[in-house]
């Protein structure tokens, strides 16, 4: 996709049109009070409240006026003009405008100086806050009646701006992303160089609408989130359990092929266990409250924490005996239940949980093994990930963020052990500077899906920390105790993502082997039901997944409804068939394949249950 235009990146055309967006709504509505308005990956927004419209605000049926507006100030050509003010003369605008989201933002600058880190923190340590650059000046820039507080940089003229772009959707925001703030209504829109890459980005955004795996999940009858249990959990209905089940028996059956060993260990633990893991200290925040069980039973001593992950139960297993070199490297593997806090506002169908499982696996090494280990499982994800459909990946090597634990030497130790067995497996991947966890660095492998859309699901991280934590050790060969090296290891990561990922790759039209019922037989009338039911028999002999629909509605209704649930196969069987000892097959996609025998039909699809199609649209 081409970046420039008249001189202008991409960018710098998106904020601007986000300003003349901001200048739209003020002519459209009067008093708007502003709060930030970015770029983002495809175009940009504006987080606004406006008194006329009170707690209402802006429907959706607004947005094609408020972008006929815009292309009306584009048309205009205003100026984009910029001052360098002091910040007492911002504050004094600002307050005659009555934008106090604005004089907030002045206020945090005057405070804590303008770096992301800073403003983020609010510095508490004495010594950093001697170290703050002080704001002296800021730059405002004005285009019509409208005046914003912004670094820019900006278009000249509003004749400037490409007419690629368009509104898409209105939502709630709180401000500064904290829900204790006001909420605001943030209006998005993106924008491009050319026509034609915008009707394909709105093309891929419909297509994306359909494959929404929360509508589809329901039309499906794979899950719901109900009211009555809490937000963040998921109610596996018998299909989307059954799929779920297929997705963990063949990772499994891979892993412990591989070298794994299974185990499994319980929902929860003493406090004192991530104390020691540090998680109490390092991930508080993403854990639930503790359980106090003094205060059911007062003679109970210990306070305990449901798990967040899984790691110290492993680590226990592994302590449970002397470990020699011999052992090692030592895998174990875990389809484990995990519980994170997450705020409410970001949860989202089963791409963002609070309960879920983890296809978890930790490894213990030797510093020599630890090249080949990771060379190893690079390779085991990319072959797991590609049997479910998946040929496209974006791959990243995230570094030490500036909350960590352990040793920096043994940090940049891991750091060269991930970036060279990338390099020996010619993996082309990026730097994300400061995305490692606090324990150690990570690769992760993003996968896309058929839309071009990234998905975090396979994270490979090296930890030094909790080894030292809980003082683990092996024998080496020369009788002496030596520290392991600890990887951890979730290949699909999140099963509810992962799942999430399919339903929305595929459309809901899973391949043979992954479709939770495979086949749908149709008897034409219901004297045809007992040979229906042998049949149906016969192929669950044989281990397909079939389901037998005898209902009283006709038999086209029956075809429709076996097709909306997007089932492979739909076999019919009449009183033809039935004397015959044949079979009228319907193929998903396709319709119908003819009359044939049931072997013929089981030949046909023997290829579908060990080989994934390719997904596309």
């Not at 072997?599 to 649209?617: D, N, Q, R, S």
Request: hydrophobic share 35%.
């Amino acid at each position: 996709m081409p970046q420039k235009k008249k001189g202008y990146s991409l960018d710098t055309f998106r904020h601007s049109l986000a300003h003349v967006m901001a200048l739209a709504m003020i002519r459209l509505y009067g008093k708007v009070l502003f709060g930030v308005g970015p770029t983002i990956e495809d175009g940009f927004y504006y987080d606004v409240s406006i008194e006329k419209l009170g707690k209402a605000g802006i429907p959706l049926e607004d947005l094609p006026k408020i972008e006929k507006e815009m292309r009306q100030i584009i048309k205009e050509g205003l100026a984009f003009k910029k001052q360098i003010i002091t910040l007492k003369e911002a504050k004094e605008i600002f307050r005659k405008l009555g934008q106090k989201y604005k004089l907030e933002l002045l206020k945090d600058l005057e405070k804590y100086g303008t770096t992301k880190e800073n403003q983020k923190s609010k510095i508490k340590n004495q010594k950093l806050k001697s170290k703050i650059k002080k704001v002296k000046t800021v730059s405002i820039y004005q285009t019509g009646e409208f005046i914003d507080l912004c670094r820019g940089p900006h278009v000249k003229n509003t004749k400037d701006l490409p007419v690629s772009f368009k509104l898409t959707k209105v939502s709630g925001a709180y401000w500064r992303g904290d829900e204790k703030n006001p909420m605001l209504q943030r209006v998005t829109g993106v924008a491009f160089i050319s026509d034609k890459e915008l009707k394909d980005y709105l093309y891929r955004l419909e297509e994306a609408e359909k494959r929404d795996h929360r509508i589809l999940g329901q039309k499906l009858d794979l899950f719901h989130l109900d009211d009555n249990l809490g937000p963040g959990l998921i109610l596996w209905h018998p299909k989307g359990a059954t799929l779920k089940r297929i997705i963990e028996n063949y990772a499994l059956d891979e892993y412990l092929k591989n070298g794994y060993q299974l185990v499994n260990t319980p929902h929860l633990a003493k406090l004192q266990l991530w104390n020691t893991s540090g998680h109490t200290g390092f991930y508080r925040e993403s854990m639930f409250p503790a359980i106090h069980l003094k205060d059911i039973n007062p003679e109970e001593k210990d306070d305990y924490q449901i798990k967040p992950m899984n790691c110290p139960f492993h680590i226990l297993i592994y302590k449970n005996q002397i470990r020699s070199y011999k052992d090692l490297p030592l895998r174990y593997t875990e389809l484990g239940t995990v519980y994170r806090y997450e705020r409410s506002g970001t949860l989202h169908g089963l791409a963002r949980v609070r309960g879920f499982t983890q296809d978890d696996a930790h490894i213990w090494c030797t510093l020599e093994q630890l090249d080949d280990e990771i060379k190893r499982l690079i390779k085991f994800s990319f072959k797991i990930l590609k049997h479910f459909g998946f040929t496209n990946f974006d791959v990243y090597l995230s570094t030490r963020p500036d909350k960590y634990v352990g040793k920096l030497s043994n940090w940049q130790k891991a750091t060269k052990a991930l970036e060279k067995s990338l390099k020996k497996e010619k993996v082309k991947y990026q730097f994300d500077k400061g995305g490692g966890v606090f324990y150690g660095p990570k690769i992760d492998i993003k996968l896309k899906d058929a839309l071009g859309r990234s998905w975090q699901c396979t994270t490979i991280q090296i930890d030094f920390n909790l080894p030292e934590r809980f003082e683990m050790f092996y024998i080496d060969k020369k009788g002496k105790k030596q520290q392991p090296i600890m990887i951890h290891r979730a290949l699909l990561g999140s099963i509810e993502r992962f799942m999430a990922v399919l339903i929305e790759h595929y459309a809901g039209e899973f391949p043979f082997w992954l479709a939770p019922v495979q086949v749908e037989i149709l008897p034409v009338l219901e004297k045809n039901t007992q040979a229906s039911q042998k049949i149906k028999q016969e192929l669950e002999n044989k281990g397909f997944r079939v389901e037998l629909n005898s209902s009283n509605e006709t038999l086209s209704k029956r075809i429709r409804e076996a097709e909306m649930q997007k089932i492979p196969y739909t076999l019919v069987v009449g009183d033809k068939e039935e004397k015959n000892k044949k079979i009228t097959v319907r193929k998903r996609g396709k319709g119908d394949l003819g009359t044939m025998e049931l072997e013929k039909f089981l030949g046909m699809v023997h290829k579908e249950t060990v080989i994934p199609a390719k997904a596309g649209i």
